[in-house]
């Protein structure tokens, strides 16, 4: 069933309940909560297709690698977003059309593309108001790898005046009015309806920014690779930066579910080399839609950290949280193509030197990619093993919510944490709070929540819009378990000697 359908049928249901105007209903309309999920989360209680506020969710103590005791002092904290995915959804480099054609290029269209950016900014704000001591931003920052997409991104996260417009002025992309495409939803003629909400989301708005908290970023495959999966060469350049956008295509792509990444590449490669794709409509032309080079993403990235000037490509560094917390960033994007990540001999030989310097400090380890999926990450599972400094190793990229105990051979272990994304439901970062606890001799637990974000303006919209998304939203039940969300995790004993 096309997506615009499975939108219609469930948001016909939502505004009847809600006996919203013709206009359409929206997470606006209603004031919904949005903030730390301890004090307030947001359900669909009655099953109508449309959140409203809940129950505060209070931390709940998780104690596979150890009972955690009472919090005594409050040692770092740390706020997590992950898989922005903020994008030019105007761009001909972008194949929203490729969603008809099921696994595995189903999640190339989403509802609220156009709000990216708004929710980015919404999530910031929500972040500010829990006062972390640093962000981290866990990779997928953008959607295709192009310069104006980071540029976007950054003002967001730095503050400033955020311009998500691209090509000519005014929104044009697949959502448009006229697009008689059954796949995409049409906010001006579609259930719900919001008239106008591609003309307000094109618009410039002024973004707060991360404040006082220090920015720590993450690569992830989309921000290197065209949609994720594709190095870009001179024939994706030539098609973002160009002026022709292909409005769908003559012949399903074959593209296996679970075929390695270097097919799904010469695969790629193969049909853009071949004859014409299929038709195409003229759009506006826009140079800032290149695709950037690893290094100078790497390098605007440590830029916007304040991180050391290096010559490489890779974003591998270590950061300090405050004088008990060491984070060790590892980057595992693939160059050579596909979403899987990889950890290489090198980073190995960085990442052991890096566990011997960290002293008394406790580790965190943070990849885009989880480590258990990643190539290579078995390895640095094992080494993590050995170190009792480490206390967790954090990811994002698989768009959900998950915390999973690592145990170590003796007793004890540390803890493996998944971030779910902004791009689709439930919208939602994680707060990370290092404690020393009150048991004798002291230890330390981690304590976990997530927020949601402020759903003022636009981004509430999207809110809305992302759970009734048939591929992230509602009809799939992605929300997390109760113990993948709040709660605290408790650590056998102290990682490393007394923490201050």
Known sequence: MALRVHIRLLAVVACLAAAA???????????????????????DADGDGALEPGPAEPLVARTQLGAPGPAERTLATLAIVSDAHVRDEESPARVPFLDRFGAPVDSTFRPHEALSAQVLDASVRAIRAERPDAVLVAGDL???????????????????????????AGYDGPQR???????????????????????????????????GARLLPLIGNHDLLVQGELPPDARTQAIATGDRRLTRLRERPQLPDGAPAALRIAAIRALLAGPALG???RVAADPGRRALRPAQVAARLRAAAGLPATASDALDYTADVGPSLRILALDAVDRTGGSEGRITPRQLTWLRRELARAGRRAVIVAT??????????????????????????????????????????GGGGYWLIETASLADHP??????????????????????????????????????????????????????????????????????????
Request: hydrophobic share 35%; aromatic share 2%; charged share 25%.
């Open 21 to 43: 105007a013709a206009s359409g209903c929206g997470a606006a309309d209603r004031a919904p909560a949005s903030g730390s999920t301890l004090r307030s989360t947001l359900r």
């Open 142 to 168: 953008v959607d295709n790898a192009q310069a104006n997409e980071l540029a976007l991104a950054l003002t967001v996260l730095r503050g400033g005046t955020a311009r998500p417009d691209s090509g000519a």
């Open 177 to 211: 009015a006229a697009n008689p495409d059954p796949l995409f939803y049409r906010p001006d003629v579609d259930a719900p309806r919001h008239p106008g909400l591609l003309a307000r989301a094109q618009r410039p708005f002024r973004a707060v920014g991360l404040g």
């Open 279 to 281: 038709p195409t409509r």
């Open 368 to 409: 885009h990619q989880p480590l258990r999926s990643s190539r290579g990450g078995a390895a640095v599972l094992r080494l993590l093993d050995s170190s009792p400094a480490v206390v967790a190793a954090l990811s994002g990229h698989t768009h959900r919510h998950r915390i999973e105990p690592r145990r170590r051979r």
């Open 427 to 500: 919208q939602q970062a994680r707060m990370l709070r290092l404690v020393r606890t009150r048991s004798r001799p002291a230890g330390l637990a981690l304590e976990t929540w997530v927020v949601d974000h402020d759903g003022a303006g636009l981004a509430g919209t999207a809110r809305e819009l992302a759970y009734l998304d048939v591929q992230g939203g509602r009809p799939r039940n992605l929300q997390a378990r109760r113990g993948d969300r709040n709660v605290r995790l408790g650590l056998r004993a102290p990682c490393c000697g007394p923490i201050s």
